[in-house]
């Protein structure tokens, strides 16, 4: 079946780039589905992060749009999220997902904690 | 942005009750709206899609309903393993939303 995992660096310095990398494995990205992240900081609620449609389109939240890029790298099977200028703010677990019809995820990875600090 | 607004943020309950959380969109999303169960240290897990679709695998103890801007998730015969926080999110933009959750706490 279909598994997806996150990838990237625990620790960021403050004003750097985060990045995270979703390895998709069991089946394709290039299978018809949108996939997205969606991140959890520490005693908060979920927060939408973006969407991609590979070789397609891509849609952010608007409170992020400035500072976040998601892409795809269809030859390793994988998705990517960059942000940059990050703050303590930023700090959250990240979760790399597959949608359902593109109205929800229904498949998601188990979650990779960033810290931002110096 | 469309604000989706939870009710109540916490409540407790008993095994065997049967609860219900609502969700209030912050304007007329028809029926673009999922449920998740977000338990500690696990990733979320989708419950009911386009309001009252259950997802594949999901105890029929688990419903939703509603449309436009009121809908509800309802946990008939609570068992001990749901006791988790719950979310509701909208697609009906392009930038999707989440409400700020509901946690189910045993009384």
């Known amino acids: 079946q279909v598994q997806l995992q996150e990838s990237g660096a625990g620790l960021v310095k403050p004003s750097g780039t985060l990045s995270l990398t979703c390895t998709v494995s069991?089946?394709?990205?290039?299978?018809?589905?949108?996939w997205g992240w969606v991140r959890q900081s520490p005693g908060k609620g979920l927060e939408w992060i973006g969407e991609?449609?590979?070789?397609?389109?891509?849609n952010y939240n608007p409170s992020l749009e400035s500072r976040v890029t998601i892409s795809e790298d269809m030859s390793k099977n994988q998705f990517s999220l960059k942000l940059t200028s990050v703050t303590a703010a930023d700090t959250a677990v990240y979760y790399c997902?597959?949608?359902?019809?593109?109205?929800?995820?229904?498949?998601w990875g188990q979650g990779i904690l960033v810290t931002v600090a110096s | 942005d469309i604000q989706l607004t939870q009710s109540p943020s916490s409540l407790s309950a008993s095994v065997g009750d049967r609860v219900t959380i609502a969700c209030r969109a912050s304007?007329?999303?028809?029926?673009?709206l999922c449920w998740y169960q977000k338990k500690p240290g696990k990733a979320p897990r989708l419950l009911v899609y386009?309001?009252?679709s259950l997802q594949s695998g999901v105890p029929s103890r688990f419903s939703g309903s509603g449309s436009g801007t009121d809908f509800t998730l309802t946990i008939s015969n609570l068992q001990p393993e749901d006791f988790a926080t719950y979310y509701c999110?909208?697609?009906?933009?392009?930038?999707?939303?989440f409400g700020q959750g509901t946690t189910l706490e045993i009384k």
């Open positions: 997902a597959r949608e359902l019809d593109h109205i929800s995820f229904d498949l």
């Open positions: 069991g089946g394709s990205i290039s299978s018809n589905k949108w």
């Open positions: 991609m449609y590979p070789s397609r389109s891509s």
């Open positions: 304007q007329s999303i028809s029926s673009y």
């Open positions: 386009f309001a009252s």
């Open positions: 999110q909208q697609s009906y933009t392009t930038a999707w939303t």
